[in-house]
Each structure stands twice: as structure tokens, then as C-alpha cells.
């Protein structure tokens, strides 16, 4: 079976309030904030940036981590394989979600019956950061 749900909507007055804010040239003042406490915060909040009823929401969408996912596992020759790994996040930055990062990863490995020996090299982070690695396994070891 095929699902495809691509983001999760809350709708619960009692948990919930989000707030649409455009507000330019406002100031804020460490002495404006100096009554908030865990109590508080949304009075204080709501006089500070001077909120309106129609700005509040009480439902929300938050997208889910969508990802394209291939891996390619290939024999070169004999007991030599080659693993390839690109993991590529869907959603655009900028949007209300979780977001998978980007990875690109090559693993050279060896493989007999007794053992296996692997180099995984990989770009992880939205390919920002590079990653070497070294697997083994023997016998029934794993």
C-alpha cells in the first residue's frame, strides 16, 4: 500500500494559537519584557506587539520531512561492491516543515563469507560536510 501524507494540520483551540504578524518600525525595550514569566508570556507578547483578535489562529499546517531516497548497490568485480546513497530533501527552506538534509555517500566495500570490509565516504549536511568512515565484519561478528 501506496500513502502519501504530506503534512500534519492541528486544529485545537485549547492547544493552539499561532498569530499572523507584519509589524514595521517597532521597537522593543528590555524593560517592556521584564513582567514576562512562564505565566504570562501571551499577555505580555500580545501587549507588546500590540496583537489583534484577527491576527490569531487556532490551527496550524506543519509539513512533514519529504525526502527523494535512492540507493544503488552494484558488483564491480568478484567480491568488490559499490554502494551509492543520495538523500534529497523536498521541501523548500523557507517553508513551515521538518526538512531531511541532503546526503551523497559512496561505500567501497569487500565482501567474503567470513569478511566484509567497508569505506564509507560521504558529503552530509546539504553536502557542507565531508564524512570517511570504516566498517568490518568477521565471521558471525556483526
Not at 558488483?75 to 523557507?94: E, F, P, S
Request: hydrophobic letters at 40%; one cysteine or more.
Amino acid at each position: 500500500m501506496l500513502c502519501w501524507i504530506w503534512a500534519v494540520y492541528h486544529s485545537d483551540p485549547a492547544q493552539v494559537t499561532s498569530y499572523h504578524l507584519v509589524r514595521q518600525n517597532l521597537t522593543i525595550n528590555i524593560s517592556d519584557l521584564e513582567e514576562a514569566n512562564v505565566d504570562n508570556t501571551e499577555e505580555v507578547s500580545n501587549d507588546v506587539l500590540d496583537e489583534q483578535p484577527n491576527e490569531q489562529s487556532t490551527a496550524f499546517r506543519a509539513g512533514l520531512p519529504t525526502a527523494l531516497n535512492v540507493n544503488v548497490d552494484y558488483r564491480i568485480t568478484g567480491n568488490l561492491y559499490a554502494n551509492l546513497t543520495w538523500i534529497q530533501g523536498m521541501r523548500n527552506r523557507n517553508a513551515i516543515a521538518m526538512r531531511q538534509n541532503a546526503l551523497v555517500a559512496l561505500t567501497p566495500r569487500l565482501e567474503t563469507k567470513l569478511l566484509e570490509v567497508s569505506l564509507p565516504l560521504s558529503f552530509q549536511d546539504n553536502y557542507s560536510n565531508f564524512a570517511a568512515g570504516f566498517a568490518f565484519r568477521f565471521g558471525a561478528f556483526s
